[in-house]
């Protein structure tokens, strides 16, 4: 029989997403990316947000304030798949805390990982805003020492200039993000 969640646990591998082969060829308004953006052409403004670890609300260790590696030593944790810049922070975390790294489902977004967190998969490292999505449907978010930082882009395509549609968009999106924001 084949295991369901084998798609969910097999990494992939990194790809150029169709959005980052948009930018420099301006054909896009804006790109709103995951850092790093070395090779993007444009005007680009990186936010950075600190990302919290979700569980059921009636979890032992959501009594915690902040988690740590050794917290969650014994727990399944659900992940982003390897290459992710939050993946790679954890693996370094737990490394650096003598912890064997080792992911029971690897899923490629935020709000997959909360759902299966929802479901009693584990718990998860994800993004404040996804997070915040959750609340109220029985997960709770807690801080996570050593700091996991998500960095993304918004890119503005080209030299300029640019529409001010486009520019009251990112002005808006920046405002709605503050509050989240590092």
Do not use: N
Request: hydrophobic share 40%; aromatic share 8%.
């Amino acid at each position: 029989m084949t295991d369901p969640l084998a798609l969910w646990r097999r990494p992939r591998s990194g790809c150029i997403h169709p959005v980052r082969m948009m930018i420099p060829s301006e054909q896009c308004d804006i790109a709103i990316v995951e850092t790093p953006i070395d090779d993007l052409a444009g005007q680009s403004e990186i936010l950075r947000f600190e990302c919290v670890m979700v569980m059921p609300e009636q979890h032992p260790l959501a009594e915690y304030h902040t988690l740590t590696p050794q917290l969650v030593a014994r727990e399944p944790i659900v992940s982003l798949y390897r290459e992710h810049q939050t993946t790679q922070q954890l693996e370094r975390a737990f490394f650096e805390a003598r912890i064997p790294w080792d992911p029971v489902i690897q899923s490629r977004l935020f709000a997959t990982s909360c759902e299966i967190v929802a479901t009693g998969g584990g718990l998860a490292i994800v993004d404040p805003m996804t997070a915040q999505g959750y609340l109220s449907q029985g997960l709770v978010a807690r801080r996570f020492k050593p700091q996991v930082v998500l960095e993304i882009a918004i890119t503005l395509p080209g030299e300029g200039p640019y529409s001010r549609l486009a520019q009251d968009f990112v002005a808006r999106m920046k405002a709605e993000l503050h509050p989240f924001s590092l």
